[in-house]
């Protein structure tokens, strides 16, 4: 296995050294939302530039998608829509093709708290599949319709290329509102502080737009061009070695780790491509020395409490400080993810790439002397 890794990472940067992410497995839309999240008209769209034959392509089908929610979803008795956030790869804009999900959280007028969300969420969850069930256009474009826990999930079917992307719909309730305050927003995470299971499940859900807005408005394109990067090394080499059985290390852990490398670097405005792929690979193999929290929708006091019941590696939601985004996957799915980083970052092509000591935080080298990737 160790030599398909090394043969995709070659092939992988032999392409991004000539710039072509499209043949990488890269697809970009292009921002096809407005600043607060909803989906632009065509002559919006137009006005920035973005092709039309690109809108149309098959995440511009999908972005249509929670539209035809809306109008759907507001016919039921069971509940009144107040909006839709769409969060995923996609609405964040870090999709790449074959691997982007879309969520579509259902905030509701009529559901008040945690206790009436788990009384009806099951009938609303039945009522929305057996719309999509019942409905013989969705019926032709979606494949394996069923509800889990939390969800109403199936894939989406392109009749033109036979790509799929997976959405999942969660009725939720407004946890915050629409402009919490400050202190609103501490007060509410306090109250969530050591919830468990279930319960800290669903106030996550609730909260999701904050970190949705992390990643879409607070990082820049060239960023989210290294997070596909990331991904893509994810698709085509670290989940190949993983067992089956494992959770695996999830879009949204690289995501943010890729995030904590960029900073850690200072933010560069412009970035080598290369090196700082290698710099993530190398967070990927240290990924147990991780303890690392956002300060922009919590405070730093606030963190520290919630990390109290913790255990390493931290790596906590930039909108919910309760919830440890490496409670997501197996930790022995990371040994995994580490150990195929180790070979790639030996590779032909890669150890001899420098990587800038501002890339590489606090763990630059190992006993003084070795840089840390040759080990």
Request: hydrophobic share 40%; glycine share 6%; aromatic share 10%.
């Amino acid at each position: 296995m160790a030599d398909i890794s090394v043969l995709d990472t070659i092939q992988l940067l032999q392409r991004i050294y000539q710039g072509d992410f499209r043949e990488a497995g890269f697809r970009y839309v292009g921002n096809i939302f407005d600043n607060k999240g909803q989906l632009l008209q065509w002559g919006e769209v137009e006005k920035r530039g973005i092709p039309r034959k690109r809108f149309l392509d098959w995440f511009g089908i999908v972005a249509a998608l929670p539209r035809e929610w809306e109008r759907e979803v507001d016919k039921t008795n069971l509940l009144a829509l107040r909006m839709i956030c769409w969060t995923g790869s996609f609405g964040k804009g870090t999709q790449i093709k074959g691997l982007a999900d879309l969520d579509c959280i259902l905030i509701l007028n009529d559901i008040v708290d945690l206790d009436d969300h788990k009384a009806r969420v099951g009938d609303i969850k039945k009522d929305i599949l057996k719309r999509l069930l019942d409905d013989p256009e969705w019926k032709e474009i979606i494949e394996n319709p069923h509800t889990s826990k939390l969800a109403i999930k199936f894939n989406v079917i392109v009749a033109d290329t036979g790509e799929t992307m997976g959405v999942d719909l969660l009725p939720i309730f407004d946890s915050l509102g629409d402009s919490p305050t400050d202190e609103e927003r501490f007060e509410f995470y306090e109250k969530i502080i050591g919830i468990k299971n279930e319960d800290a499940e669903i106030y996550n859900i609730s909260l999701c737009q904050f970190q949705r807005d992390f990643i879409r408005d607070m990082v820049p394109e060239h960023v989210k061009d290294l997070i596909r990067l990331v991904k893509y090394w994810k698709k085509v080499v670290a989940d190949k070695v993983i067992p089956k059985k494992l959770r695996k290390p999830t879009c949204q852990q690289l995501e943010l780790l890729t995030v904590y490398v960029w900073e850690t670097a200072g933010k560069p405005e412009d970035i080598d491509m290369a090196q700082a792929f290698k710099a993530v690979l190398h967070q990927v193999v240290y990924y147990k020395d991780l303890d690392v929290a956002w300060y922009y929708h919590y405070t730093e006091d606030i963190a520290r409490r919630a990390k109290k019941s913790m255990t390493m590696p931290i790596m906590l939601d930039p909108g919910n400080p309760t919830t440890n985004t490496f409670m997501g996957s197996d930790l022995e799915a990371w040994e995994y993810a580490s150990k195929t980083a180790k070979e790639n970052l030996n590779s032909p092509l890669l150890k001899d790439i420098d990587i800038p000591n501002e890339w590489l935080g606090t763990r630059k080298y190992l006993e003084g002397t070795v840089p840390c990737w040759c080990l």
